[in-house]
Structure formats: C-alpha cells, structure tokens
C-alpha cells in the first residue's frame, strides 16, 4: 500500500498479543441508516496492496449503497470468486448473516487465505477435479482439518451463489458433491472425572476457582464452553449489557438460568437458529456441582455465573484456553487434553454407566443419535457388554440342544 494513499475506512486494532489488526468499517451514518456490515475484518498484512484494493471495494459498495437510497446490491457479481465471497459477506440476505461473530471471522479467514491465490479465477471455467488439488494445497502446507474445512466454508459460498441463480455456482457445487474430501479423523482424546477433579483441585490451590466452576459446569452438564462463558462480539450500536470497550457479553450461562427448583434451563446456541434445543438439567444430579456454586457469594449470584477473578467480567475463550493449560499441567494432565474434551468425557461416562442412547442425547443436547454418538471416545465398555451378551447366548442356545 502506497504511503501517500489512505486505504479507505481502514484501521488498526492492536490485539492482546501486542499484534495489530487490520478492520474496514462503514461510515456511522449510514450504519445508523440501517448499512451493513459494519466492520469486516481484513486479513492482510501492512503494506500488501490487496489490503488498500479490498477497502477501496468495500468503501464502493457503501457508496453504492447509499446512492441507491438503501435499496442497492452490496456488491455485484463479474463471475470470479473474488466477487462471489464479498457477496457472500456483504449481502445482508446471505446465510453469513445468520453466522456467529466468531463464525464469520472464520469463514472470512478461511476464504481470504483462498481467494489470495484464486480468488482471480473464474467460477465457469473450475471444476470439481481443480477444487480437488486445491484441496491438496493447505493439506500439504497445513493440515488436512484445515483443508476439509476450507472446502466446505467454499460449498457454502456456492450454495450461496447457486440460490442467487449463477448456473455456474448451481454447476461447481453440483460437482462437488460427486467428489469425495477426505475427512481429518475425530478427537480420541476426553477428560475422565478424575481428571476433572485433579484440575478442581489444583485450580483452588492456585486460587483460579472460577475455572474449576466453569469445567465442573462443563464435565458435570455436558456444555460447550462458549455456552458456559458465552462470548464477547464487537458491538458499535451501544447494546446495553457487559461491555468491555467495543464489545458487549452475550450467549453465557447466568444464574437466572437456573430456576427455583434449581433446574438449568439454556438454549444452546449452536443450535439457536436450527432445532432450538434447551439444555435441561437438575443441580441436585451433581454434587461437585453443588459444592462449586456453594463457593459463590450469594450477593454475586446475579448476571453471567462464571466471572475471572481479576477482570470482574466473564472470562474470554483465549482467557480459558491459557488459564486451563496451565492449571492442567501443574494436575498432571496430559498436553493432548484439552478443555472442549470436557464434552465428550460426559458423554463417554453416561455411556460406560449404561445409559441409554435417548438419555445420553439429552445429556449432549443432541437431536440425532450419531451425534451423541461421536463424542463417544472409548468402546471398550460398549465391546465388552457386546462380548457378554454373545457368550450368553451361545450358553442359552447350548442349553436349548
């Protein structure tokens, strides 16, 4: 970028690793006119011209769209794919809209990382055998959960663009569903109770109690850490709420989801926008539970549950993550442990205690049965009563002779 010219609406955000952040955002006049998006985050370094392009495009399609009193096309489609993801991002009709913050910063990561070696092409003139060695590109320079991911975060640009009725969109994801991705294989990894305990007990010791209540809270209640801390999203309209700067708390788990009987009751939001599953549970189930809400003061016992002991607000992902490796290490808990394994040790231990199909989807929130089935980790337990069944049968069909 020239040193003369300004990139329009660009600006610098310094993050908490001293790193800064490149965001275009909209005027505030015409977001308060009802514009959107207002800040897309750019992910270029300083000085890469493509930065100065991108704001410059993004800065047009604002101007288009106030010249045409609100009703104009966020931006138009020429047939590359450069075209076709920023309309993806910018039209307010997309399914990208119905993305978590945190999901779109993702999808437009990944895309980016994409679109700086083809985003020039043209949709009409890729076909599925391309995409394929596309596909071979970030498996050998990354990973192969990177490359999967990145090609169905493209699937969903093309369904975009094929309900926009581009024939060459409907035509490319048409010949990507012939064509087979290899999958990165699942997690093996879970956190057993006693790990839970070990980590509990450790982070007491080291006066990080709230860290041993959201993993109970997490072990205990089958949760997604996101549903337990919730998250924190850029916000620019003056949301009433917990703020901390630009960004407002939403999503998390609070006491007022827990009712008088002391049952928990939490729409979870991976599924918010689809099967609209409550999470249901009863404290009195869990008595590591109970003795880690008793440790809360009850005139704190109002707003998010778990709050960072230092910051008087409710913890960040980057907070957990930091804050879990280190209290895991000083229990003993293996580096391949992470905190999300949370998940699937609940899941595993319902299912090694017998529990039903039905009730360990209820414990997972699940809607399906091969979901709650693929936090199962470890089928020695469910082999094991196969291998008793058989040989009991065979003694009853001896008998029968």
Same mark, same amino acid.
């Given at each position: 970028?020239?040193a003369t010219e300004k990139a329009p609406g660009l600006v610098w955000r310094k993050r908490r690793n001293g790193s800064q952040a490149a965001y275009w955002t909209a005027r505030r006049d015409l977001v308060k006119a009802g514009y959107r998006p207002k800040t897309v985050r750019l992910h270029y370094a300083p000085g890469d011209p493509e930065l100065l392009s991108r704001c410059h495009v993004l800065q047009a399609e604002m101007l288009a769209w106030a010249t045409s009193g609100g009703r104009g096309t966020p931006t138009p489609y020429d047939g590359t794919f450069n075209s076709l993801v920023r309309l993806f991002e910018t039209d307010p009709d997309s399914p990208y809209r119905d993305l978590r913050p945190a999901t779109q910063r993702t999808y437009s990561k990944t895309m980016a990382a994409l679109m700086k ?78 790990? %839970?305990?070990?980590?509990? =007990?450790? +982070?007491? *010791? ?5 860290? &041993?209540?959201?993993? @109970? ?119 391949? %442990?992470?905190?999300?394994? =949370?998940? +699937?040790? *609940? ?5 090694? &205690?017998?529990?039903? @199909? ?44």
């Open positions: 970028m020239s070696h083809k985003g020039q092409r043209r949709v009409d003139r890729v076909n599925g055998a391309v995409v394929k060695r596309w596909y071979k590109e970030p498996v050998e320079a990354h990973s192969k959960g990177w490359a999967y991911y990145t090609i169905n975060v493209l699937k969903s640009v093309l369904a975009y663009g094929a309900t926009q009725r581009f024939t060459d969109c409907h035509q490319l994801r048409l010949e990507l569903r012939e064509a087979r991705f290899h999958a990165p294989s699942g997690r093996k990894e879970r956190l057993t109770y006693k790990q %839970v305990r070990a980590f509990c =007990a450790t +982070a007491h *010791a080291t006066g990080f109690d709230w860290m &041993a209540l959201c993993l @109970t809270l997490q072990f205990d209640l089958s949760m997604r850490r996101r549903d337990v801390i919730g998250e924190h999203v850029e916000d620019d309209s003056g949301e009433a709420g917990i703020r901390c700067g630009k960004k407002v708390w939403r999503d998390g788990l609070i006491w007022a989801h827990i009712d008088a009987n002391g049952i928990v009751r939490k729409l979870i939001s991976k599924t918010a926008f689809t099967s609209g599953l409550v999470a249901v549970h009863a404290i009195a189930d869990y008595p590591d539970l109970i003795t880690e809400l008793a440790l809360v003061p009850e005139s704190r016992r109002i707003g998010p549950i778990v709050i960072h002991h230092r910051t008087g607000l409710p913890p960040t992902e980057a907070q957990c993550r930091r804050y879990f490796r280190v209290i895991a290490r000083k229990a003993g808990l293996p580096d391949n %442990v992470w905190q999300r394994d =949370a998940r +699937a040790g *609940a899941v595993t231990e319902a299912y090694e &205690a017998k529990a039903t @199909t039905e009730e360990a989807m209820a414990l997972g929130t699940h809607s399906e049965s091969r979901t709650s089935r693929g936090y199962l980790r470890d089928l020695t337990e469910q082999s094991h009563r196969a291998a008793v069944k058989r040989v009991s049968s065979r003694r009853m069909n001896e008998e029968r002779r």
